[in-house]
């Protein structure tokens, strides 16, 4: 999983507090790139990408989100954002003034062609210091629609606890292990009993479970690199393309190859 991301990239608008410009936009082509810091303000943040795949971590989550997805970071919470390869990304930052009705925690979400055009339609007004009676109009449009917002599925949780953490970079670090949980257990000086009940409590799921949808989430990613289905179902240590494919509808819904972004 790891990438050479050779730029580091700093955006500001998200510390601005400023109720006469409640939404700011950002929209640029970059190539592996990723945020300077991780970094946490005021405003909301909506993050999208017309192409490519992102990776947005936060303390107890990590998203890949392609073009059909996004990803909402609400005000003052702690992330980082990297962008592998090739990225169009689109993103707007919501002033803590027009955040009473919109979602208070951080997810990843289905995006709509609704969505995407306000949010083209946004990012076209060029941050004005002073916007017309018309952008206004379609700034509420926009707050409106990003109120309904719902969770989906391309997340897996983390934890920063030293008891489970290093099980969880062992695992991030050999995607295609097929060692138990007894194995990492032993690894650990815990008893296999504990660690199983250090998943369910701080993962709020099961080593198996939470071990197949690290999986899952690194195809999403290769899926927006382009690599074949088979060549990802390999590298992930599956033992044929037909149980990967299996195991990757029924989490997601539908298909590797129907998943692969626009």
Known sequence: M????????????????????????????????????????????LISCNSGIMEVVTKNNIWMVNALQGVWIAGNEEHQVYFPNNVQVNTAFIDESKLGNLPKDSFAFETSNFLTSLLKKVISFSNPDIFTEQQNRIIEVFLDELSYLKPSKTFFPTS??????????????????????????????????????????????????????????????????????????????YENVSSFIVTFKKHFGKTPTNYKTK
């Open 160 to 237: 920063q606890d030293k008891r489970i953490k290093p099980v969880l970079d062992a695992l991030m670090n050999d995607l295609s292990s097929k060692h138990t949980i007894d194995y990492y257990a032993s690894k650990s000086f815990i008893s296999p009993r504990t660690l199983s009940r250090l998943f369910n409590k701080e993962l709020g799921m099961s080593f198996g479970d939470w071990k197949m949808k690290l999986k899952l989430m690194e195809a999403v990613k290769q899926l927006g690199n382009n690599k074949s289905v088979k060549e990802i179902a390999f590298d992930l240590g």
């Open 2 to 45: 790891n990438i050479d991301y050779k730029t580091n990239i700093k955006i500001d608008y998200g510390f601005e507090v400023n109720q006469s410009r409640p939404v700011t936009t950002y929209s640029k082509h970059i190539k592996n790139a990723k945020c300077a810091n991780s970094h946490a303000h005021p405003r909301a943040q």
